[in-house]
């Protein structure tokens, strides 16, 4: 199934607020999604290239710092970290997954951030980048760019819709490579919408040359907070929008469901995994979403179980030479 399995982070701003950057292999259609990867936590590494244990503890999830919009350099590589990633991308296809583009906040649009994933996509041959549909970053209190914490709610509006079209083809234009946006949580809907969320996603990958990133499981999620209707929602998708999927586990904290990473799929998403695959011709991965923290919980033999388990959709549902990595099929 998966061959290889290879995650990093990046972290930018300050230690309070971690915004990190995933790169992970596709080459087998399925790929794990952690938000760190040591040797200590017991998750497979990347097959016959090991990353050593970090020293210390927390050095090896800062391949990089950002420093702020305002200094210079704003952006401090760490050398060891990214002289890992130079040679795993020599040998394996990798792709990016970030959380802190903010390509929603009205107060900025981060172009500095974009030119620097740029420079890692040629540097390092991303085959796409990924980021939230979100607002994470503010102008508050005098802070131009205070982080929220958590997205916000995002109005489904012809203004943000207009906003983010315009600055996902900016992006893209500086990227050099696919632009995919991630479907995300709300936990308090903004009221009176011009639209529903599916029908802002189809008018954002129409009008833009964005891709979808379709999270199968903050969509479950949205079902058990908001009541979403999940068949309404993906029967009203245009699912071959549709680049890769996110499967992943969560729980319940104060009486909210959190797509917090937890765990095992929950038999609902691997429903609806089943469900749409078939209908997305332009999926090119799933990847399935861990916090490494739950890893004593789900152990190895669970990992294993849940990437075997999306490997078997991916293989039931490909057809053809892999689209990232042009790999035939029984090579994947
Ligand atoms: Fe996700």
Redo the contacts with the bound molecule.
């Keep these: 199934m998966f061959r290889r399995v290879v995650v990093f982070t990046y972290t930018s701003l300050d230690d309070s607020h971690p915004q990190p950057l995933w790169l992970g292999t596709i080459l087998a259609g399925v790929s794990l999604?952690v938000s760190r990867l040591t040797k200590a936590s017991g998750l497979p590494t990347c097959g016959d290239a090991p990353i050593p244990s970090p020293e210390p503890p927390n050095y090896a999830e800062r391949r990089c710092t950002d420093r702020g919009r305002d200094a210079t350099p704003r952006f401090v590589e760490h050398p060891r970290d990214m002289a890992r990633i130079e040679t795993l991308a020599r040998r394996y296809p990798l792709v990016a997954?970030g959380v802190g583009l903010s390509i929603a906040s009205a107060a900025m649009f981060d172009l500095d951030y974009v030119a620097q994933l740029a420079r890692w996509r040629r540097r390092f041959g991303l085959c796409w980048i990924s980021e939230?549909l979100a607002a994470v970053r503010v102008s508050a209190d005098g802070v131009v760019d205070h982080h929220t914490g958590v997205p916000l709610p995002l109005a489904w509006d012809e203004e943000l819709l207009s906003l983010v079209t315009a600055r996902a083809r900016q992006a893209i234009d500086v990227l050099g490579c696919d632009l995919l946006l991630?479907n995300g949580v709300v936990f308090t809907p903004v009221p009176e919408p011009d639209m529903g969320e599916a029908e802002f996603l189809n008018r954002l990958t129409r009008e833009s040359p964005c891709r979808l990133?379709l999270?199968l499981?903050?969509l479950f999620t949205n079902s058990i907070n908001l009541s979403v209707d999940t068949g309404v929602f993906l029967r009203d998708l245009d699912l071959t929008a549709v680049a890769e999927i996110?499967i992943?586990g969560g729980n319940e904290v104060g009486g909210f469901y959190f797509?917090s990473?937890a765990g095992a799929c929950p038999p609902q998403v691997w429903e609806l995994l089943d469900r749409v695959t078939p209908d997305t011709p332009g999926l090119r991965g799933i990847?399935f979403?861990f916090h490494e923290s739950y890893f004593p919980q789900l152990t190895a033999t669970g990992l294993q179980r849940e990437l075997l388990r999306a490997g078997a959709v991916w293989r039931a549902t490909r057809r053809g030479p892999d689209v990232a990595t042009g790999l035939p099929a029984g090579d994947r």
């Design positions: 999604g997954h939230h991630e990133l999270d499981h903050n996110h992943a797509d990473h990847t979403e």
